[in-house]
C-alpha cells in the first residue's frame, strides 16, 4: 500500500505528502472542496481526500507534469481543469514508460507496484483553467493566477480568504526551467513580475508543492532578481542534471541553502536566457 501523509496548514487547508516528492492541498469551503494538484498518480489518493471531505470535490492542477496531474483517473467524476496551453507536456508526461522511470523518485522505503498505478487519462477531460478564473467554495475562494515559465501554461492560486498563495513549481527555491519546453528566463521574469503586481497586497503566506511545502516571503522577488543575474552573467553556473537533462545551477548551494545567502535559486540552460535564441545580449 502507497502511503500519504497529511497535515494542516489551516482549519480548512490540509497539506497532502505524496510518495515522489510532490505535495497537493484539499481545501475546504461551506459547500464544496477543491483538491490541488493530484500527483504522480502511484496509489489511492482519492482514499485519502475521501477521509478528509464528503464535500462535492473539483480537481485544480498548477501544471501539466507527471507528479501534478497523472493522479486524475481516480477523479473523472469530479470537475478537472488545468491550463489547455499544457497539453504539449501533458502527453510526453503521461507516457507509461516516462511515469514508470519516475518511481525512482519515491520516497525512501516506498515500493511502488503495478496495481498502484493510476492509468493516464485523455486530455479531453479537463475543463480550461487560466488567469482570471476563480472558484468560490462557499466562505474560501481560490483565484487564479498565470505564471508560465517552468511551463508554458503553469498557474498559480490564491486562496483568497485564507491570504495565502500557493506558487506550485512557477517559482520556488529550485526552479526548473531548463527542459526544452521550458520558456526563456527573459520570459520568465516578465511572468514573475506581471505576476507579483496582481497578487500584491493580496496574501500572507506562502506556499509550495515539493519540500516542506513552505516559502519565504521573499521568493518571487530573489527569482526575479536571479533572472536579473543570469541575464548579466552573475552566475555560479553549478553543472546538474535531472532524468537525463542537463542544466546549470544559477547559484551555488551549501548544506543550508543558498552559499551566498539570497533567496530562491533557478536551474537553466544558456540557449534559453533570451527569448530569441542568443547567447548573449550587448
Known amino acids: 500500500m502507497v502511503p500519504f501523509r497529511t497535515?494542516?496548514?489551516?482549519?480548512r487547508i490540509t497539506r497532502i505528502y505524496?510518495?515522489?516528492?510532490?505535495?497537493c492541498y484539499l481545501v475546504e469551503g461551506d459547500d464544496r472542496a477543491a483538491l490541488i494538484d493530484n500527483g504522480s498518480g502511484f496509489g489511492s489518493l482519492r482514499d485519502v481526500v475521501k477521509d478528509l471531505t464528503n464535500k462535492p470535490l473539483i480537481v485544480l492542477l498548477t501544471?501539466?507534469?507527471?507528479?501534478?496531474?497523472?493522479?486524475?483517473?481516480?477523479?473523472?467524476?469530479?470537475?478537472l481543469y488545468l491550463n489547455s496551453v499544457d497539453e504539449y507536456i501533458y502527453g510526453p508526461h503521461g507516457d507509461y514508460?516516462?511515469?514508470h522511470e519516475g518511481m525512482g523518485l519515491a520516497d525512501e522505503g516506498v515500493v511502488i507496484a503495478e496495481e498502484d498505478y493510476v492509468p493516464t487519462i485523455p486530455f479531453s477531460y479537463y475543463k480550461d483553467l487560466k488567469g482570471g478564473d476563480s472558484f468560490d467554495?462557499?466562505?474560501?475562494?481560490?483565484?487564479?493566477y498565470d505564471c508560465p515559465g517552468h511551463t508554458k501554461g503553469s498557474v498559480v492560486m490564491l486562496?483568497?480568504?485564507a491570504r495565502i498563495l500557493l506558487l506550485g513549481d512557477a517559482c520556488n527555491g529550485f526552479t526548473f526551467l531548463q527542459e526544452s519546453y521550458s520558456l526563456s528566463i527573459e520570459h520568465y521574469e516578465e511572468s514573475l513580475k506581471r505576476m507579483k503586481e496582481q497578487v500584491?497586497?493580496?496574501?500572507?503566506?506562502?506556499?509550495?508543492?515539493?519540500?516542506?511545502?513552505e516559502l519565504p516571503l521573499g521568493i518571487i522577488d530573489g527569482n526575479i532578481q536571479l533572472c536579473e543575474d543570469i541575464k548579466a552573467g552573475r552566475t555560479d553556473d553549478v553543472p546538474m542534471e535531472?532524468?537525463?537533462?542537463?542544466?546549470?545551477i544559477a547559484k551555488a548551494m551549501g548544506p543550508n541553502g543558498r552559499v551566498d545567502g539570497g533567496c530562491g535559486n533557478i536551474v537553466y540552460v544558456k540557449e534559453q536566457v533570451w527569448e530569441d535564441g542568443s547567447l548573449c545580449r550587448a
Open 200 to 213: 500584491a497586497g493580496k496574501y500572507d503566506r506562502l506556499l509550495a508543492s515539493h519540500g516542506d511545502g
Open 242 to 248: 535531472f532524468r537525463g537533462n542537463p542544466g546549470l
Open 159 to 161: 486562496m483568497k480568504e
Open 137 to 144: 467554495l462557499g466562505g474560501e475562494t481560490i483565484e487564479i
Open 97 to 99: 514508460k516516462f511515469r
Open 7 to 11: 497535515e494542516k496548514v489551516t482549519d
Open 18 to 23: 505524496a510518495v515522489c516528492t510532490e505535495l
Open 63 to 79: 501544471h501539466g507534469h507527471t507528479d501534478h496531474a497523472m493522479g486524475s483517473g481516480e477523479f473523472t467524476d469530479c470537475d
